[in-house]
């Protein structure tokens, strides 16, 4: 089986130190796409970008992108606007700052890359995988990639290998404080607290990734395969379950329930 291939070259920057490396994808999405096909015959629809004015076929080179700044009013950029608004392209990912990876909230993280090395950085690359190791910080940067700017964190990996998220920046991040969320009539009590606690604990395990797969995506490709072969499957939704009221009687309950 041939190894995935980098999709990005570029060097790490940080103080005077020059590390060539190259990005891949750490993620590969498995989630089932379907088409959409005309019910009738089951031919699959095409889409076309159509003047609403005319109804005519608009061809590629002919799209720039528009910002509607009022209703149906827009400035248009040129896809050379667009990409000069992006910055002069550099593979340069220079690292600003490096801050205590525990103090990155997890929804700043966006996509996760894999950092290999590129010929001449191997002792640049296991110096700063370890140096990152014991002082449990992440570097802070930039990079450019497909004419967009990108805030991004490197940090090493548990198999002794260098990490790259692209995050969000502060103002994609919706703060809770804005949110119309319902507060409780009364506070918990302490021994609700406490038996909340119990069962936390109770329920306390290592994390296995491997435990735990998209029953979802494994039941539509089984409903798949039935269809194809002219069986129906079809499966009642599973009922919701009902509000508690009585916080510490579902407390009691659960916690007889796992020791059982």
Not at 191 to 196: P, T
Request: hydrophobic fraction near 35%; glycine fraction near 6%.
């Amino acid at each position: 089986m041939a190894k995935p291939r980098s999709i990005f070259n570029a060097t790490i920057t940080f103080g005077a130190v020059n590390l060539p490396i190259k990005l891949h994808s750490a993620t590969q999405s498995k989630t089932v796409s379907f088409r959409q096909v005309h019910e009738t015959d089951g031919a699959p629809l095409q889409y076309r970008r159509l003047d609403p004015e005319t109804g005519d076929e608009v061809p590629y080179a002919d799209i720039v992108k528009g910002f509607e700044v009022a209703e149906d009013e827009y400035v248009e950029l040129s896809k050379e606007e667009v990409k000069a608004a992006a910055g002069e392209k550099t593979k340069s990912i220079p690292i600003e700052e490096f801050v205590d990876l525990g103090a990155i909230d997890p929804e700043f993280f966006d996509k996760t890359y894999y950092v290999g090395v590129r010929d001449g950085g191997e002792n640049g690359y296991k110096a700063l995988v370890e140096a990152l190791r014991r002082t449990n910080r992440a570097g802070i940067g930039r990079m450019t990639f497909h004419d967009r700017e990108y805030l991004v964190a490197v940090r090493a990996l548990d198999d002794g290998v260098l990490g790259l998220h692209t995050m969000r920046f502060a103002d994609e991040v919706v703060d809770p404080d804005d949110l119309d969320l319902k507060e409780a009539e009364r506070g918990p009590s302490e021994r609700e607290v406490k038996m909340a606690g119990s069962l936390v604990e109770a329920l306390a395990a290592d994390f296995e990734p491997d435990k735990y797969e998209d029953e979802y995506r494994q039941r539509v490709l089984e409903m798949i395969e039935a269809k194809a072969k002219g069986k129906q499957m079809v499966k009642p939704a599973p009922e919701e379950p009902a509000e508690e009221s009585d916080l510490l009687a579902a407390l009691e309950a659960s916690i007889k329930g796992v020791k059982r």
